[in-house]
Structures are given as structure tokens and as C-alpha cells.
């Protein structure tokens, strides 16, 4: 297909369509991951948050916002949440307050982090191992230059 032949809906940047059927793509994987982790009693936000506080215990809510792709405010109050049932507490450190998991966290993203892997790899098990790696060097390297703030950038 060239750039300028017509495509579904009328669309035809590649760029458009590429980006189309990434959200249709993340919506059902998202879903999946949605399924896993309400059947273990919790939000995919809330597992979000295990998992990000579990590989890097200790880290300031403001770190915490920016791996999650949050506002602050957004993961304070998904923390008072999570301290309420105790998976998680903050303590201060210095002028900032650090997350940790609780025994209760812990033993939660334990339980779940193995599984939830599982259903997130058997949703892309239609494309074989170098496709998928393929796939993430694509989306790495789009990454990093929309961080950069050059989309124009390869």
C-alpha cells in the first residue's frame, strides 16, 4: 500500500494507522490484564503500582507518578487506597515520603506478578520471539525520541 492510496475510514498516513491499532491492540491486552488482576482482588492500577514499587522499593511518590505515566495527585490517591488495605506504607525520608511494601504487598505481587506475566506473553504468542523483539525495538526507539520531544528524530 503507498502513502497515497486510500485506506479504511479514508486514513492514509501509516503513522495514523500504525497508531490505531496500537490502542485497539493495548485496549485488548490492557483488558486481559484487567481480567488477571480483578480475579486477584485488585485494579490493574493498583497492580501497576506493586509491581513498580516492587522493583524499586523506597521510591518517592514523584517517581512513582512519572514511571506509571501519572500526576502525583493521581498516585497519592491511588496509595491512600492501597495503604487503607494495607499492600503498601509511606515513611518519610527527609522532606519526601518513599514507598514500601507491606509483608501483605509483598506477598500479593508475589502471588500475581508470575501470572500476570503469563497472560500479557500469551497475548502476543501470535508473533514469534524475533517478531516480538522486533516489535519492541520499533516501539523503544519511538519512545525515546517523543521523550526527547522530536518525533522527527530516528
Known amino acids: 500500500m503507498s502513502e497515497t492510496t486510500p485506506t479504511r475510514a479514508g486514513l492514509r498516513h501509516p503513522g495514523v494507522l ?5 490502542v485497539r ?6 483488558r486481559a ?22 522493583a524499586a522499593e523506597g521510591c518517592n511518590q514523584q517517581q512513582l507518578a ?6 502525583k495527585g493521581n ?11 494495607d ?3 509511606r515513611r518519610p525520608v527527609g522532606r519526601t515520603k518513599c514507598v514500601f511494601l507491606t509483608q501483605r504487598g509483598r506477598s500479593l505481587r508475589d502471588r500475581i506478578v508470575p501470572g500476570h506475566e503469563a497472560v500479557i ?17 520499533l516501539l523503544r526507539r519511538l519512545d525515546r525520541a517523543l521523550r526527547q ?3 522527527l528524530r530516528t
Open 18 to 22: 500504525a497508531w490505531l491499532r496500537l
Open 33 to 54: 490484564a484487567a481480567e488477571h488482576s480483578g480475579a486477584a482482588g485488585i485494579t490493574l492500577a493498583q497492580f501497576d503500582v506493586l509491581a513498580q514499587v516492587g
Open 66 to 71: 512519572d514511571a506509571l505515566l501519572v500526576s
Open 75 to 85: 498516585v497519592t490517591q491511588l496509595l491512600d487506597r492501597m495503604e487503607e488495605c
Open 149 to 151: 520531544g522530536d518525533p
Open 121 to 137: 506473553a500469551s497475548q502476543f504468542a501470535p508473533l514469534a520471539p524475533t517478531e516480538q523483539r522486533e516489535l519492541l525495538r
Open 87 to 89: 499492600l503498601l506504607k
Open 25 to 30: 491492540v493495548y485496549q485488548q491486552i490492557s
